[in-house]
T-cell receptor, first 114, second 111 residues
Framework: KAGVTQTPRYLIKTRGQQVTLSCSPI?????VSWYQQTPGQGLQFLFE???????NKGNFPGRFSGRQFSNSRSEMNVSTLELGDSALYLC?????????????FGPGTRLLVL | EDKVVQSPLSLVVHEGDTVTLNCSYE??????LLWYKQEKKAPTFLFML????IEKKSGRLSSILDKKELFSILNITATQTGDSAVYLC???????????FGKGTTLSVSS
């Protein structure tokens, strides 16, 4: 069974731009969560989507948003990029909402903001 | 505020050594604690622990949770260079609405 896939794997943007990252969950998984990982803050929860609805949201500004499609694929968008948004963005999928114990992570998208 | 604290932040050992990684947590309505290994990219799942106190083992790795003292340890015996990685712990609340990660312990095993 194919794992969680994320595209693109690497991305370079400049301040003020916006970016969209994509995540395709494991087949049959309907919940997708997004995380930001930086050396200073570690791994932080961004949001979780299930059935095309945002179920939970972490403590991030409104510039960070996401959505989920009917096939469970998810995208996250960051608008008005700041230098501090440089990070590894990980998504994880699980069968259902709140089932983090059984979630699988994708390889991540490494974003560099210049 | 919910929080997870890992110690030490980094550790360098020689092959064959035994290491103990620590994770303390404060999470409202705690449900479970997870340990992950992250080598370069995606964290891979190691163990899930609950307040039952049951020790989990997998080969040279083992982990246990102390529900009274609110901490967990991850033991690795007879370390190998392949154990070099960042080890993350994360605590989850009952509703599954909060998954709080520690900042990780970077383990380096030299040959």
């Amino acid at each position: 069974k194919a794992g969680v896939t994320q595209t693109p794997r690497y991305l370079i943007k400049t301040r003020g731009q916006q970016v969209t990252l994509s995540c395709s969950p494991i087949s049959g998984h309907r919940s997708v969560s997004w995380y930001q990982q930086t050396p200073g803050q570690g791994l932080q929860f961004l949001f979780e989507y299930f059935s095309e609805t945002q179920r939970n949201k972490g403590n991030f500004p409104g510039r960070f948003s996401g959505r989920q499609f009917s096939n469970s694929r998810s995208e996250m968008n960051v608008s008005t990029l700041e230098l501090g948004d440089s990070a590894l963005y990980l998504c994880a999928s699980s069968l259902g909402p709140g089932q983090q114990e059984t979630q699988y992570f994708g390889p991540g998208t490494r974003l560099l903001v210049l | 505020e919910d929080k997870v604290v890992q110690s030490p932040l980094s550790l360098v050992v020689h092959e064959g050594d035994t290491v103990t990684l620590n994770c303390s947590y404060e999470v409202t309505n705690f449900r479970s604690l997870l340990w992950y290994k992250q080598e370069k990219k995606a964290p891979t799942f190691l163990f899930m622990l609950t307040s039952s106190g049951i020790e989990k083992k997998s080969g040279r790795l083992s982990s246990i949770l102390d529900k009274k003292e609110l901490f967990s340890i991850l033991n690795i015996t007879a370390t190998q260079t392949g154990d070099s990685a960042v080890y993350l712990c994360a605590a989850i609340n009952q509703a599954g609405t909060a998954l709080i990660f520690g900042k990780g312990t970077t383990l380096s095993v030299s040959s």
